[in-house]
């Protein structure tokens, strides 16, 4: 009797493991995405990450950062995959080139696809640590453990980057706008609608 | 004096986060980055994963059952 009730307990407790991975999948998702260039290729790269993490959840503490932990496993398994076929898996321009169409609302589809052309021109080193930083939300440490560098090469690949991206797209406005940010540049900037 | 100046050290360095290294909530670059990944992000997840990620689970739940009855005998 007191078995059933133990078992039924484990059963109805939803895995937190599971559950944690799942709220992690869309940003892990958009970080393939932008390491592999397409969706499909990020896609299968999910797979083989969440595979991965679930055969290595052992290793994994519950009540530390699964988030960088996923990351970390999602980026190692795509360099290693690209050495093992080589140069070739580079065939894109890397970096968020599919899905054009999508676009926020508030960004004109042409300075999107600046911005997103820029972004392929960067090495990759500093792609990925200008994302995990700017749009993954990661602090410089954690991001530092995820690319297996030091904490300082990270702020200056990410400096870099963003030099670069602003030397590419001649953004010369890179200080903050205010409070009123987003109106901002609506009225500054010459985007097209 | 000095207190007021470490104060305002330290709010600009919380409140701006990332004011210094240009990706802050206001700037352009990271603006633009967060856009592009939000989208990826709200594509939602594909079903397949999803699929995935319920297999593992459930082989792992009725391993956990099969242990714990064995266990129990």
Redesign the interface.
């Given at each position: 009797m007191l078995?059933v009730t133990?078992?039924s307990a484990?059963?109805a407790e939803p895995?937190s493991f599971?559950r944690e991975?799942?709220a992690t999948?869309?940003?892990l998702?958009?970080?393939a995405?932008?390491l592999t260039g397409k969706h499909d290729k990020a896609?299968d790269l999910?797979?083989d990450t969440?595979?991965k993490a679930?055969a290595k959840q052992s290793s994994f503490e519950m009540g530390t950062n699964i988030k960088a932990w996923l990351f970390t496993i999602l980026r190692n398994e795509f360099y290693s995959q690209m050495r093992k076929r080589g140069r070739e898996v580079q065939d894109s321009d890397g970096a968020?080139t599919e899905?054009l169409s999508?676009?926020?609302a508030?960004?004109g589809s042409m300075?999107?696809q600046d911005?997103?052309k820029a972004?392929a021109q960067l090495p990759d080193d500093q792609r990925e640590a200008?994302?995990l930083?700017?749009?993954?939300g990661f602090s410089y440490e954690e991001a530092a453990e995820i690319c297996d560098c030091a904490v300082g090469t990270m702020?200056s690949r990410?400096?870099r980057a963003?030099t670069r991206?602003?030397d590419i797209?001649k953004?010369t406005?890179?200080?903050?706008?205010?409070?009123d940010?987003v109106s901002a540049?609506v009225t500054t900037s010459n985007h097209s609608f | 004096m000095m207190k007021e100046k470490l104060v305002t050290q330290q709010r600009m360095r919380t409140q701006?986060g990332?004011?210094e290294?240009?990706?802050?909530?206001?700037?352009?670059?990271?603006?633009?980055?967060?856009?592009?990944?939000?989208?990826?992000?709200?594509?939602?997840?594909?079903d397949?994963?999803?699929d995935?990620?319920e297999r593992?689970?459930s082989a792992?739940?009725a391993q956990?059952?099969k242990n714990?009855?064995r266990d129990?005998e």
């Amino acid at each position: 009797m007191l078995l059933v009730t133990e078992n039924s307990a484990v059963a109805a407790e939803p895995t937190s493991f599971k559950r944690e991975m799942l709220a992690t999948l869309p940003s892990l998702r958009a970080f393939a995405v932008s390491l592999t260039g397409k969706h499909d290729k990020a896609d299968d790269l999910v797979q083989d990450t969440v595979m991965k993490a679930w055969a290595k959840q052992s290793s994994f503490e519950m009540g530390t950062n699964i988030k960088a932990w996923l990351f970390t496993i999602l980026r190692n398994e795509f360099y290693s995959q690209m050495r093992k076929r080589g140069r070739e898996v580079q065939d894109s321009d890397g970096a968020f080139t599919e899905r054009l169409s999508v676009h926020p609302a508030q960004y004109g589809s042409m300075d999107m696809q600046d911005f997103k052309k820029a972004l392929a021109q960067l090495p990759d080193d500093q792609r990925e640590a200008v994302i995990l930083i700017g749009a993954s939300g990661f602090s410089y440490e954690e991001a530092a453990e995820i690319c297996d560098c030091a904490v300082g090469t990270m702020k200056s690949r990410v400096s870099r980057a963003r030099t670069r991206l602003q030397d590419i797209l001649k953004i010369t406005g890179e200080a903050d706008y205010g409070p009123d940010a987003v109106s901002a540049q609506v009225t500054t900037s010459n985007h097209s609608f | 004096m000095m207190k007021e100046k470490l104060v305002t050290q330290q709010r600009m360095r919380t409140q701006a986060g990332r004011a210094e290294d240009g990706l802050g909530p206001n700037t352009d670059i990271g603006a633009r980055l967060r856009a592009l990944y939000g989208a990826v992000q709200e594509e939602g997840v594909p079903d397949q994963l999803l699929d995935l990620l319920e297999r593992l689970d459930s082989a792992e739940q009725a391993q956990r059952t099969k242990n714990a009855a064995r266990d129990g005998e």
